[in-house]
């Protein structure tokens, strides 16, 4: 048998993919030639060298591809922190924004006068006389002009009918509160004003208080506010 | 001659009918026969299979491990470390030896079991009673046997670093079972027939230097 043939049926031995009859050959020259049971054995040796060699180069990359999965999960897990941090900040300054808004003195009124001058434009256009300074109050209050609305609203608190003076009263009561918040002598008016006055004020006074005294309110209205007030020329 | 659809209908290397490449996702036998067969013959593509399989159960035969190891509190090896040395069995068997008769993630998964229990054995001293589950790989395998051949790992790591870095990566993909193509072709040779002489070349310097470490030795 030639060198090179030896060789390449060693090759085969060693990689497992010999023949049968092939290995029966190769079986049969290790018994008969020491040579070549030598040189199987040294190839045995060597081969196994390069086994280590190539599991250890196998493990190696294993570990690479672990390291690199650890990176990419922190990688996601840094994403997901950065997501649901920007969402955090995100909610809670759109409800900050919504609560400053809803809350704000001029949006009450506005929400209250909204639903009770309906019904004070309904009873006056019932009377002969000119409805042009209730509307005009009404406009002046609709457009958010509440000093104007006061001026035109005064003259309707002297009323004879009950319903339009309490209508006035009302929407000069938030006018008022518009303007200034709900200071003390605004809010004793307003007790004053529910202790006389009759349905459907008496309950948007409740309400109207309920909402003033809601820690919300506080909240956002005494504590904020002034802050913002003062951050605001140094943003601007 | 007919125009033949390859996306239709596609018959495994073991004969089973694979009407939609997409099988191959969903049912974990397919995918194990796919990946023996593409193992088995090594190159290249073996490579690939080989990381793709990895990346593919890694996960969760590492959390199965991790429950294992905790039924062995004297089991002082990391998770990882099984998980790494029993993938390479694995490997190691279905390159030389048997087909997994089950699926390849417990198959792997068995292999570390046997690896656990071994090392418990080991440390403890004791005799198992209990035979290992037939289910779980076969229960004949010893790593350091196949390649692990940790007390002469020092003189091994002189001989590789002698060797030469070439013939390192020629030696080391020829019994990934590259071609001798592929060889030439990766390590930008003239051709196989290059390929094969520095390979020869290569194999014989690694014997004579392990010889000399024997003479050296005696």
Not at chain 1, 43 to 51: D, T
Not at chain 2, 45 to 72: C, F, H, P, W
Not at chain 2, 73 to 78: A, D, G, I, M, Y
Not at chain 2, 135 to 142: F, K, N, Q, T
Request: with cysteine.
């Amino acid at each position: 048998m030639q060198e090179k043939d030896l060789l390449e049926l060693i090759d085969q031995y060693l990689l497992g993919r010999i023949r049968p009859d092939d290995l029966d050959r190769l079986e049969y020259l290790r018994k008969t030639n020491p040579d070549i049971e030598l040189q199987v054995r040294q190839s045995i040796e060597a081969f196994n060298v390069i086994k280590y060699l190539r599991y250890k180069q196998l493990r190696e990359k294993l570990r690479q591809i672990d390291s690199a999965d650890e990176k990419s999960k922190t990688g996601f897990l840094r994403q997901q922190w950065i997501v649901i941090s920007i969402l955090i900040i995100t909610s809670f300054l759109g409800f900050w924004l919504w609560a400053s808004h809803h809350f704000d003195p001029a949006s009450i009124a506005m929400r209250h006068f909204l639903r009770i001058s309906e019904t004070g434009i309904a009873l006056y256009e019932t009377k002969n006389e000119s409805v042009n300074d209730w509307t005009l109050a009404t406009m002046a209050f609709r457009n958010k002009n509440f000093q104007e609305a006061i001026i035109h609203f005064q003259p309707y608190l002297d009323d004879t009918q009950n319903e339009i003076s309490a209508s006035a009263k009302w929407n000069i009561l938030l006018a008022r509160f518009a303007l200034s918040g709900a200071d003390i002598s605004w809010q004793e008016e307003m007790i004053v004003f529910q202790s006389t006055t009759f349905e459907p004020y008496k309950s948007e006074v409740l309400k109207l208080l309920h909402t003033v005294n809601s820690p919300f309110y506080k909240i956002f209205i005494f504590r904020l506010s002034p802050q913002l007030s003062a951050l605001k020329p140094r943003l601007m | 001659m007919f125009p033949v659809n390859l996306t239709e209908v596609y018959t495994s290397p073991g004969k089973h009918p694979v009407e939609n490449m997409h099988q191959l996702d969903h049912s974990p036998l397919l995918r194990d026969e796919h990946f023996v067969n593409t193992i088995r013959p090594g190159g290249l593509n073996g490579e690939k299979a080989i990381i793709s399989l990895y990346t593919q159960y890694q996960k969760s035969v590492r959390t199965m491990v991790s429950d294992l190891i905790k039924l062995y509190p004297s089991c002082r090896t990391e998770p990882d470390d099984i998980v790494h040395d029993a993938f390479l069995v694995m490997i190691h068997k279905i390159q030389f030896e048997s087909t997994p008769g089950n699926t390849l993630k417990s198959f792997w998964v068995g292999i570390s079991r046997k690896l656990i229990l071994n090392q418990v054995r080991k440390l403890k001293r004791i005799t198992l009673v209990e035979e290992v589950d037939e289910d779980y790989g076969s229960p004949e395998i010893s790593p350091e046997s196949l390649f692990m051949i940790t007390e002469q790992n020092e003189q091994i790591e002189h001989y590789i670093s002698r060797a030469g870095e070439r013939c390192k990566q020629i030696l080391t993909m020829w019994l990934a079972q590259f071609t001798m193509g592929e060889i030439a072709e990766q390590l930008h040779l003239s051709g196989a027939p290059m390929a094969r002489k520095i390979k020869y070349a290569c194999f014989k310097k690694l014997k004579n230097l392990i010889q000399s470490g024997h003479i050296l030795d005696l």
